[in-house]
């Protein structure tokens, strides 16, 4: 709402008569009053009308601004001091709008480790055979899944081992690869992962021995491990299961579809296929 504006007649002396005298009503008393009268008036005005106006909540809304580059307002002090919060607010709750922060707004070594960081982890888990090109110079932490076996005539099939290892990689190296492929025939045994040297070995197919290796933790090469136990079709011919992995569970009926590396399901006569294997390739710095 627009301020109040001072309408008030104030050319009090202009229209005296150029003699007044006191036989037209003019005694001295009134030629006084009619000299004060305008700056009375401005003054009522002021202190009446527009301090109170100017000292309203909703005076900032009345008062003009012109336009600020780069907000989007009304040219009015409230409407754009709203605006100008709303901008800080979003700054200041980590809501910048998509791509406004950039490298060159960062100090040098924030920038340094995020550019560092562009390359953070690459994951395999289509089976087969493939070389690998690497794209930045570094040391790099190598997890392989080997493959799970298929469930057997005998028990479940045992899971994939895992195998972990740190190496360091020259940019433009190709690196030979294979992701296992879970068994896919009764019996049939995982193949394995590996990536280079770091290997994970697939798993075997189940046994009639009781305690039946079922799960293999592997080492960095994937050679040994700690060994966990499954169900064998002779201690329960219904629930053969397949080895869990340490990324994957067995299957635990025929209809389940194991996890990676996990073992596959068997009651002596159906069978289910093993679970494929992984890669995960993660840089860890220069």
């Keep these: 709402m627009a301020f109040t504006k001072l309408e008030t007649d104030l050319e009090n002396i202009s229209?005296?008569?150029?003699?007044?005298?006191?036989?037209?009503?003019?005694?001295?008393?009134?030629?006084?009053a009619l000299f004060d009268k305008a700056a009375v008036d401005i003054?009522?005005?002021?202190?009446?009308?527009?301090?109170?106006?100017?000292?309203?909540?909703?005076a900032a809304g009345t008062i003009g601004s012109e336009s600020i580059s780069g907000v989007e307002a009304e040219n009015n002090i409230h409407s754009q001091l709203?605006?100008?919060k709303s901008q800080i607010d979003s700054v200041s709750n980590k809501e910048?709008?998509?791509?406004?922060?950039?490298?060159?707004?960062?100090?040098?070594?924030t920038a340094g480790l995020i550019t560092g960081m562009g390359i953070k982890y690459i994951f395999f888990d289509q089976p087969g055979f493939f070389s690998h090109v690497i794209e930045k110079t570094g040391l790099y932490k190598i997890t392989a899944v080997g493959a799970g076996a298929a469930g057997s005539s005998y028990?479940?099939?045992?899971?994939?081992?895992?195998?972990?290892?740190?190496?360091?990689?020259?940019?433009?190296?190709?690196?030979?690869?294979?992701?296992?492929?879970?068994g896919k025939t009764i019996g049939q045994y995982g193949t394995d992962s590996y990536f280079g040297t770091i290997r994970a070995q697939g798993g075997f197919a189940g046994s009639e021995v009781p305690s039946t290796y079922s799960s293999c933790y592997g080492s960095i090469f994937g050679t040994t491990g700690t060994l966990h136990t499954t169900q064998t079709i002779s201690e329960?011919?219904?629930?053969?299961?397949?080895?869990?992995?340490?990324y994957g569970r067995g299957a635990r009926f025929l209809s389940e579809k194991p996890g990676f590396g996990g073992g596959?399901?068997?009651d002596g006569t159906n069978f289910s296929s093993g679970g494929n294997g992984f890669l995960l390739i993660e840089y860890i710095g220069a």
């Excluded at 045992?158 to 190709?174: A, D, E, I, L, Y």
């Excluded at 329960?236 to 340490?246: E, H, I, L, M």
Aim: glycine residues 14%; aromatic residues 6%.
């Design 264 to 266: 596959g399901y068997s």
């Design 155 to 182: 028990g479940g099939g045992m899971s994939g081992c895992c195998s972990v290892g740190f190496k360091t990689f020259n940019q433009g190296q190709s690196v030979t690869c294979q992701v296992g492929q879970g």
């Design 96 to 109: 910048p709008e998509d791509g406004s922060i950039t490298l060159n707004k960062l100090d040098d070594e």
């Design 15 to 32: 229209k005296l008569p150029d003699q007044p005298s006191s036989e037209d009503g003019y005694t001295a008393a009134i030629l006084k």
């Design 236 to 246: 329960n011919p219904q629930r053969a299961w397949g080895g869990d992995s340490v």
């Design 82 to 84: 709203e605006a100008l």
């Design 43 to 58: 003054k009522n005005y002021i202190n009446e009308n527009l301090l109170p106006q100017l000292e309203a909540v909703t």
